[in-house]
Every structure is written in C-alpha cells, then in structure tokens.
C-alpha cells in the first residue's frame, strides 16, 4: 500500500500562485507514475496533469496548460504542482495517484481508472 499526503493548498486570490507537493514513504517511488486530479463540488474528479516515472514526459488538461508546471524529486520521494494564475474554476479539492510501473513503462496515464493508489487532497479555494 503506497500512502500519498498532498499539502500546499488554501485560500488565495485570482492571480495568486500555489505549490501543492504529494509526499510518499515509498523508497521505490520511481517505480510509479504520477497523476494530480482535482474534483470541484458537483462536478466528477477531473485529470490536471500527469507525469511518466522520471518526470521526462508530461501532460496537461487544456484548463491548466501554460499555468501549471508537473514536477517529480524521486530522490525525495516527491510530486509538485506549481499552479500560476489561478482562477476561480480552479477551486477544487487537489488529490495526487500513483500508478505502480514496470522497468520499460515510460508512459504518463491521463485516467482515474489508470490509478491504483489516492491521497486524502489538499483543498484550494480561489477568491474573485
């Protein structure tokens, strides 16, 4: 069982800037590719971004990109979010998945199905 702990979010303002970081115990978290969804009150859980095992191929939903960056430190066991420019619609509890890899996969996955494993979230309130 791989335990996933967001943190980064809050309260800011449009335009703000957040860093949402998703930690994990595992020593082999190069073994897995990573994933951050967000899931607005109402609406379903939403891909925002993905990231294959070495941080060498990522991907972005059309909402975020060119605001968001993806970012992995394996070496500290850890994903990013860097969110700029937030807007109202990016209000959302943020949650981070891993998908457990093989040795050749160096594939990012872009849906809910694709992830095995779930933090709690961290949510982000965006003020107009």
């Known amino acids: 069982q791989v335990r996933l702990d967001e943190s980064g979010g809050g309260l800011v303002k449009v335009g703000d800037f957040l860093r949402l970081s998703c930690a994990t115990s595992?020593?082999?978290?190069?073994?897995?590719?990573m994933g951050w969804f967000r899931q607005a009150p109402g609406k379903e859980r939403e891909l925002v971004a993905a990231i294959n095992w070495n941080g060498g191929s990522t991907f972005y939903a059309d909402s975020v990109k060119g605001r968001c960056t993806i970012s992995r430190d394996n070496a500290k066991s850890t994903m990013y979010l860097q969110m700029n420019t937030l807007k109202p619609e990016d209000t959302a509890v943020y949650y981070c998945?891993?998908?457990?890899?093989?040795?050749?996969?160096?594939?990012?996955?872009?849906?809910?199905?694709?992830?095995?494993?779930w933090g709690q979230g961290t949510q982000v309130t965006v003020s107009s």
């Open positions: 595992e020593r082999g978290f190069a073994n897995y590719a």
């Open positions: 998945a891993a998908r457990r890899v093989t040795f050749y996969d160096r594939n990012y996955y872009t849906r809910l199905t694709d992830y095995g494993f």
